[in-house]
């Protein structure tokens, strides 16, 4: 069996942050990933003006990631719209560009690194892989994002009708840009949402937090969903006219509301892990950014030990963001509460910022 004192499961942006950090203060962490090269993992691609500020204090170059300015948010609900500048100047840009360029940071400090390695199960702070091999780490930094490693398991909520994330990709054309420009747009319909963003190749991607009964209402598949959306949003018909979407990007069960509230020695949840807000926030990544650096902040002061503090505090810094977002989430996705709710962010467009405000994390 393989030893070490700070072991990170998963390279997402979580776990990349906390290699970084340790890797920085002069521990030699090691991080495990199951996927071999770094990919686009489903997600909206939205980096709020405070992530951007977050990764330029971890020596990021966020110029670098070439992502496209965005500036305002722009609602759509029961044939109304409103659009509204956003607190600062945010970013649209693929998860495999930023994913790929916290992971490279990761080795650059020092990290050790092994993709291509699925944990299968833990037992305590002891993972054990795919292939048989075991590594036990005087802590783990628990980073594998929204689902379940088995060991690990959380009592996340279920409402009985999950959560579904679909994400399809709109090719780049000057009508797209027209269309959507430098706003992150969200479309609220009946028990969901579409948020699109452009990114940096000038493409949009467009994903759907949805519930499932929704998918199974209008056929239980995804080209009849967006045929359904289609006719009930048409602008967001105008934007996704012609795209395929028949094959999107899809995950299952997203525990939105998870928060980990106690820790346990040894064991620091980080990311999705640590929390999953409502993806309409746009703040995921930058809580797997803060959990990162928090977490190695708590274990560089006082080890393993130091885990129940940090998630104590993790969680009560959520506290506010969290229940913001839920209330958000709620409001957009009933249709009688959705419509006037555009109204009125026409009516007193302010209202969009304080609310983009009130989701942020704590610095
Ligand atoms: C529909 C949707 C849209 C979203 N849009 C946005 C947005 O626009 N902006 C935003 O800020 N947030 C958004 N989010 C949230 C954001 O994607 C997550 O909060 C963020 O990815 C969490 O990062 P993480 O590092 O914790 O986990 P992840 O990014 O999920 O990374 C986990 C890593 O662990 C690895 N892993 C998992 N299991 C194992 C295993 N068994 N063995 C080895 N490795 C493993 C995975 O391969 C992955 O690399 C969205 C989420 C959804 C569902």
């Known amino acids: 069996m393989r030893r070490t004192a700070a072991l990170i499961a998963g390279a997402g942006p979580a776990g990349s942050v906390a290699a970084i950090a340790l890797a920085r203060a002069g521990a030699r962490p090691l991080l495990i990933e199951r996927q071999r090269e770094t990919g686009d993992p489903l997600c909206g691609g939205f980096l709020s ?12 170059d966020t110029d670098a990631l070439g992502g496209t300015t965005i500036r305002s948010v722009r609602l759509f609900a029961g044939g109304r719209s409103a659009e509204s500048r956003l607190p600062g100047a945010a970013m649209g840009v693929s998860r495999h560009r930023l994913d790929s360029a916290l992971l490279a940071e990761a080795r650059r400090a020092g990290a050790g690194v092994e993709l291509g390695c699925a944990i299968r199960e833990a037992a305590g702070t ?120 028949d094959h999107p990007d899809a995950v299952a069960a997203v525990p939105y509301g998870w928060r980990a509230q106690f820790g346990v020695a040894g064991l620091f949840r980080l990311g999705d892990q640590a929390a999953v807000i409502p993806s309409l926030a746009g703040e995921g990544i930058d809580i797997a950014l803060a959990s990162g650096s928090a977490a190695a902040a708590a274990w560089m002061q006082g080890g393993a030990a130091e885990a129940v503090t940090y998630q104590r505090r993790f969680s009560a810094s959520l506290r506010r963001p969290l229940a913001v977002a839920d209330w958000l989430k709620q409001l957009c996705e009933r249709p009688g509460l959705a419509a006037p709710g555009v109204a009125l962010m026409h009516a007193v467009p302010a209202l969009a910022g304080l609310f983009a405000r009130a989701t942020r994390v704590a610095a």
């Open 49 to 60: 003006w405070r992530t951007i500020d977050r990764l330029a204090g971890l020596g990021i």
């Open 126 to 245: 002891t993972l054990r892989l795919a292939d048989g091999a075991t590594i036990a780490g005087a802590s783990l930094f628990l980073a594998t994002g929204k689902h379940e490693l088995r060991g690990h398991g959380r009592n996340t909520p279920g409402d009985g009708d999950p959560w579904l994330g679909l994400r399809i990709r709109l090719p780049a054309t000057p009508r797209l840009e027209r269309l959507v420009g430098d706003a992150v747009e969200l479309h609220l319909f009946d028990r969901g949402y579409a948020g699109l963003v452009r990114q940096e190749d000038g493409g949009g991607n467009l994903c759907l937090a949805l519930h499932k009964s929704l998918l199974v209402e209008t056929g239980g598949g995804p080209a009849a969903l967006f045929a359904h959306l289609a006719q009930a949003l048409p602008d967001l018909a105008d934007r996704i006219a012609g795209a395929p979407t």
